[in-house]
């Protein structure tokens, strides 16, 4: 038996990176799965989305893995396509346990500025509000919510040099850090009926967000047009261990142990994947 035999997932974000690494991991682990992705590129992005190519290689793989999916192309940031998707799931499996909201987008420099603000605050907060509030009816006791935040939510960059210099880079950091508080909220509330609300945060992780020219300029700003080469050597500042990045899986095994009974009693934590990170940002405390 595995970890999560007989579940059914609702994934976002799960055309590719860490969203399709979750996709993967639980059917292996003997979940089927529902996909969704926005398969299209973001104007105010300054680097491409997934594709829908990309969303039927996750389909292959998961179906390697002898389970099921439904995979749907849809924009999470438009609460009636999230809850069709769903509903084609539904439709299939006839129920929901374990909701991964993964899809998320960085607008670190993008343009316009506030379209940037926008469209990031829209992916990755609303988007997971959308995702979260379309399975709610249906999740029963022993559910399991997993909100992806970020590493970069908690840090300590309450300092702002240049007010209004990159909107899209701040969105960023406030839609994880809305999550983060979001999970905590909604865990209280939920504990009753035995739902359980965490939050994952990744540090850098190996995808097509990181490994991308905003990105670069971004760890790089002294440098017009920053290469992979010149900005990964930078990556390691976020981390206290000595690792530019975590990959996909990492964040995936995380993923695995709160979708799964091994953690029925954990809920309301902000679970960091971040190669101590956070550590080097605060203090003990309890």
Partial sequence: MGRVEGKVAFITGAARGQ???????????????????ICRNIDSMGYAMATPEDLEETVRLVEKEGRRIVAVQADVREAAQVKAALEQGLAEFGKVDIVVAQAGVAGMKGEPQTQAWADVVDTNLVGTLNA??????????????????????LMDVAKVDVPGKDLGGVAYVFSKRAIAQLVHE???HLAPRKIRVNALHPTNCNTEMLQSEPMYRS?????EHPTRADA??????????????IEPEDSSNMVLFLASDESRYVTGMQMRVDGGGYLKWYDFRI
Wanted: proline residues 8%.
């Fill in 232 to 245: 990964e050597p930078v990556f390691g500042v976020q981390q206290a261990m000595p690792i530019p990045y």
């Fill in 219 to 223: 760890f790089r700003p002294d440098l």
């Fill in 186 to 188: 909604l865990a209280t």
């Fill in 19 to 37: 969203g399709r690494s979750h996709a993967v991991k639980l059917a292996s682990e003997g979940a089927d799965i529902i996909a969704v992705d």
């Fill in 132 to 153: 979260i509030h379309a399975a709610l009816p249906h999740l029963a006791e022993g559910g399991s919510i997993i909100a992806t935040g970020s590493t970069a939510a």
